[in-house]
T-cell receptor, first 118, second 112 residues
Framework: GAVVSQHPSWVICKSGTSVKIECRSL??????MFWYRQFPKQSLMLMAT?????????EQGVEKDKFLINHASLTLSTLTVTSAHPEDSSFYIC??????????????FGPGTRLTVL | QKEVEQNSGPLSVPEGAIASLNCTYS??????FFWYRQYSGKSPELIMF????GDKEDGRFTAQLNKASQYVSLLIRDSQPSDSATYLC????????????FGQGTRLTINP
């Protein structure tokens, strides 16, 4: 149980285009989803926290108009990178919060999406 | 000062030995502490979490927490080459905090 999928797993796009990444909780409902970004040899940096049916809460320094997050249902959150540029190339990972079998509010991570902007 | 600090390594340990990974955190109100393993190109996977002072064991892994010293560690006994990965320490604050703050990770290599 507690499987999170992401689509696509990798994407290559031209500079200036927009890219949408989907994050789905497959076998549970997640009221909260998190979006992270990870540059090579660096740690995960939280970009935003997304609660179903409400606006996402962005971390300091993350442009909300560039990284659009939608969490329209309890099983789906999307991240759209608008007008992508080469510096946006990164590994984007989502996670979904749920009560685990260990009776703990745990974050379950998706497999990640590698974005390369040419 | 970073919120969660780890020695980036690389840490090299011979197969069969004990690998010791350390993490310090700055927020004294932090309540929960997590160790994740991340293989290259993959997303993190949870190894252990701990929220009480002392030791917590799960198979070959032992997490140790000392809230007074704001220090959490992970010991891996009988290290295997498959343990070679980057280990991320993550901390969750108190008062219903949802988000995890990650350290920069320690790259561990187990030498056969």
């Amino acid at each position: 149980g507690a499987v999170v999928s992401q689509h696509p797993s990798w994407v290559i796009c031209k500079s200036g285009t927009s890219v949408k990444i989907e994050c789905r909780s497959l076998d549970f409902q997640a009221t909260t989803m998190f979006w992270y970004r990870q540059f090579p040899k660096q740690s995960l940096m939280l970009m935003a926290t997304s609660n179903e049916g409400s606006k996402a809460t962005y971390e300091q320094g993350v442009e909300k108009d560039k990284f659009l997050i939608n969490h329209a249902s309890l099983t789906l959150s999307t991240l759209t990178v608008t007008s992508a540029h080469p510096e946006d190339s990164s590994f984007y990972i989502c996670s979904a919060g749920a009560l685990s079998a260990r009776s703990y509010n745990e974050q379950f991570f998706g497999p990640g999406t590698r974005l390369t902007v040419l | 000062q970073k919120e969660v600090e780890q020695n980036s390594g690389p840490l090299s340990v011979p197969e069969g030995a004990i690998a010791s990974l350390n993490c310090t955190y700055s927020d004294r109100g932090s309540q929960s502490f997590f160790w994740y393993r991340q293989y290259s190109g993959k997303s993190p996977e949870l190894i252990m979490f701990i929220y009480s002072n002392g030791d917590k064991e799960d198979g070959r892994f032992t997490a140790q927490l000392n809230k007074a010293s704001q220090y959490v560690s992970l010991l891996i006994r009988d290290s295997q080459p498959s343990d070679s990965a980057t280990y991320l320490c993550a901390v969750k604050g108190g008062q219903g905090a949802q988000k995890l703050v990650f350290g920069q990770g320690t790259r561990l290599t187990i030498n056969p």
